[in-house]
């Protein structure tokens, strides 16, 4: 699997995605400002990378903190939160990894500024050993659902460049060749950015797993002549009811779905479960700018000039829509969710299976 991002001598090297399948190129970041120019400008994309990403942004920016005290450090520090909250607002691991690093902080206060600058690289890594070991119990997880000639759908990419390695949507899939399986995969191009058609149908390719790359448009055909046997994608925040944020077209697909009784499972990583949002309705959506769709990469206009545009990058898919959701912990049914969030809960109960 290709490193999408990793910590080297001081510097946070991010494999520049916007590059790919045509050239594999890393981008040095020395500062947070770079790093969250990367979130921002999908070097980085994928809720779970996009967390690690954060995570060694802000160990970044507390090295150019001068402050002795702890109390002036996380005053030091708020900006980098800050800067770094502000990127992309829909993926809630954004958010999940500023909070676990803060409650890091917090339980280590008594340590001095100069070794918590050393913790936070320290915890950082943790973060992205701890991303990959989730994705693969993922995978271990999700492998169940797919059989022997089963044809795979995914849209946008959740592959291990989402993610620190493994991927999520992927995951069972590289279990289940694994396993010795079958199968088959057809990848959505992904408009308007095309990271299944740059980055998916790329990836498959490396593991060595057939896939077969079709037009957003051309999913519902191949479900009507029974082409596609079961759908996975990933998340970048699935809330309390089991509502599903993730690429703009997801929707289109789960609805599709359930019109042609295909099961439509989410691999969904703990940390993209945000359990204080109740409904996908309060699911902030990214907007991004026009130049995406009216240009090809900015090199090619297929649009006449003065189109009003919306780029929405991310639409919710409602719970109703969504056969399983796919944990590190195991196979939920979306109303389920809610009840993972009990400190009681039975998990082993609530699992599904195949």
Not at 61 to 78: H, N, W
Not at 84 to 99: C, G
Request: proline share 5%; charged share 25%.
């Amino acid at each position: 699997m290709v490193k999408t991002i990793e910590w080297v001598n001081g510097t946070v090297m991010m494999l520049d995605q916007s590059r790919l399948p045509l050239e594999v190129s890393y981008i040095p970041c020395a500062t947070y400002g770079k790093v969250a120019e990367g979130i921002q400008k999908l070097w980085i994309r994928g809720a779970p990378a996009i967390g690690i990403a954060t995570a060694m942004g802000i160990a970044l920016g507390a090295r150019e903190i001068t402050a002795g005290s702890y109390e002036d450090f996380m005053k030091g520090l708020d900006k980098v939160f800050d800067t770094l909250l502000a990127t992309r607002p829909t993926a809630v691991n954004i958010k999940w990894a500023v909070d676990r690093v803060k409650g890091f902080l917090d339980r280590n206060r008594e340590t001095g500024v100069a070794r918590l600058k050393e913790m936070l690289v320290e915890e950082s890594q943790r973060i992205l050993d701890e991303d990959i070991r989730t994705n693969r119990a993922i995978g271990e997880w999700g492998a169940q659902f797919i059989k022997d000639g089963d044809t795979v759908l995914t849209h946008c990419n959740a592959g291990s460049l989402a993610t620190g390695g493994y991927g999520t949507a992927t995951a069972p899939m590289l279990v289940s060749r694994e396993q010795g399986k079958k199968f088959s995969v057809i990848a959505d191009e992904t408009r308007p950015v095309l990271q299944g058609a740059r980055l998916t149908a790329w990836e498959l390719m490396q593991e060595g797993i057939p896939v077969t790359l079709i037009t957003d448009n051309t999913a519902g055909a191949l479900m009507r002549r029974g082409e596609i046997n079961l759908a996975i994608v990933g998340t970048d925040r699935t809330v309390l009811n089991g509502d599903v944020a993730n690429k703009i077209g997801t929707y289109t697909v789960a609805v599709l779905c359930r019109e042609h009784g295909i099961p439509f499972y989410v691999a969904a990583p703990f940390s993209s479960i945000d359990f204080t949002i109740p409904t996908g309705d309060l699911i902030p959506i990214e907007e991004r700018p026009a130049e995406e769709v009216t240009n090809v990469f900015g090199a090619c206009r297929i649009a006449p000039e003065g189109v009003k545009v919306r780029n929405l990058a991310f639409d919710v898919t409602p719970a109703r829509y969504v056969t399983a959701i796919i944990t590190e912990k195991g196979a939920f049914r979306p109303d389920d969710i809610r009840r993972l969030s009990e400190p009681d809960a039975d998990i082993d109960a609530l699992r599904i299976r195949a």
